[in-house]
């Protein structure tokens, strides 16, 4: 079974469209995140979230925006796409209150926007 | 926040010898230091982790090594193959609330 699962995998846009992405994990973990990864490879964070706190990059544009409609999910929703989204997109889950902090990733989701 | 650097960025060894990756962390309050290896089109898989409390761990040809008066901590692969090609990151995490990563270390095998 995956444990941390993401739809879709290629996601192929137009400029100004809006967007999902959904993330599900099976691993019963209390924390879940987003993270953009550029062309240069680098993982930045953008939310964690858990059932308590949603924590934001301040770097984050207010167009994206976490949406978690379980613990055991949390999808993320981009408004008014731009070029510079173009990125794949990683959802990760942890179990961090008395848990052991290990994070496990997605497969990934390529986003191009044209 | 905390700034997580890592050299080198690229590295090249021949089958069979040993790679060393650094990473350096900021806030004296991380206490747990992850790493990553990615594969080309896949997402970053957990290999090993340390935490505050340790020194040193091991698992068979993997070991990390942390020092936290100097803040750094090392990733040691020995013996490596060419499986063991791919882009390793290392993090630091305050209990596990926020990831910070380093900038990757492309990690290539010769056979």
């Known amino acids: 079974d995956t444990a941390v699962s993401q739809t879709p995998k290629y996601l192929v846009t137009q400029m100004g469209n809006d967007k999902s992405i959904k993330c599900e994990q099976n691993?019963?973990?209390?924390?879940m995140y987003w993270y953009k990864q550029d062309s240069k490879k680098f993982l930045k964070i953008m939310f964690s979230?858990?059932?308590?706190?949603?924590?934001i990059n301040e770097t984050v544009p207010n167009r994206f925006s976490p949406k978690s409609p379980d613990k055991a999910h949390l999808n993320l929703h981009i408004n008014s796409l731009e070029l510079g989204d173009s990125a794949v997109y990683f959802c990760?889950?942890?179990?961090?209150?008395?848990?052991?902090?290990?994070?496990?990733f997605g497969p990934g989701t390529r986003l191009t926007v044209t | 926040g905390e700034n997580v650097e890592q050299h080198p960025s690229t590295l090249s060894v021949q089958e069979g010898d040993s790679a060393v990756i650094k990473c350096t962390y900021s806030?004296?309050?991380?206490?747990?230091f992850p790493w990553y290896k990615q594969e080309l089109g896949k997402g970053p898989q957990l290999i090993i982790d340390?935490?505050?409390?340790?020194g040193e761990k091991k698992d068979q040809r993997i070991a990390v090594t942390l020092n936290k008066t100097a803040k750094h901590f090392s990733l040691h692969i020995t013996e490596t193959q060419p499986e063991d090609s791919a882009v390793y990151f290392c993090?630091?995490?305050?209990?596990?609330?926020?990831?910070?990563f380093g900038t990757g270390t492309s990690l290539t095998v010769i056979p």
């Open positions: 990760a889950s942890s179990q961090v209150y008395g848990g052991s902090y290990e994070q496990y």
């Open positions: 691993l019963g973990h209390d924390t």
């Open positions: 979230y858990n059932n308590k706190e949603l924590i």
């Open positions: 806030d004296s309050a991380s206490n747990y």
């Open positions: 340390i935490r505050s409390n340790v």
């Open positions: 993090a630091a995490s305050i209990r596990g609330n926020q990831f910070y």
